[in-house]
């Protein structure tokens, strides 16, 4: 489990790097890791979402860390909220929905077609990305029985 975990550290520290250069590379390189993956949550399906779908769907507790993120982009002009009742519902901005299809397009040119040479059919893909829901299920469940000790 510490090997994998090990690779988990450094695949976790190589996609944050490349998020950052990647969004860098579409225009904007002042985001964190977290608000770009926040910022690419909200733009996805354009559809709205409330606080609690993007922690839910981004699996993080912290509800806190994610709106501090939700107010920089924001203040950034990248996303927008609509008060309805008592919640409040985001969406991308025609300016963040820019940045999340240039960020696409240097996605695609600089790591998909890298892929196409990697040996890793996409069923493979779709197995490694199975198998790391399941364990990140089963963190989930350590980290419930860890908080109760």
């Not at 008592?86 to 040119?109: A, H, L, N, P, W």
């Not at 996409?122 to 980290?143: C, P, V």
């Amino acid at each position: 489990m510490s090997e994998f975990e090990y690779g988990l550290i450094i695949a976790y520290n190589g996609f944050s790097r490349w998020m950052n250069k990647c969004m860098a590379a579409a225009g904007q390189p002042d985001l964190s890791s977290l608000e770009i993956l926040v910022l690419h949550n909200i733009n996805h399906r354009e559809k709205h979402k409330k606080l609690s779908d993007i922690t839910f769907l981004l699996n993080m507790e912290d509800s806190h860390v994610v709106n501090y993120a939700i107010k920089k982009l924001q203040k950034a002009g990248l996303i927008a909220g609509e008060k309805r009742g008592k919640e409040m519902f985001y969406s991308t901005t025609k300016i963040g929905f820019e940045y999340c299809e240039r960020y696409r397009e240097v996605r695609e040119q600089c790591l998909l077609d890298s892929l196409k040479h990697m040996d890793r059919s996409n069923d493979e893909l779709s197995d490694i990305a199975s198998a790391l829901r399941t364990l990140s299920g089963l963190y989930d469940q350590a980290s419930r029985a860890a908080s109760s000790l």
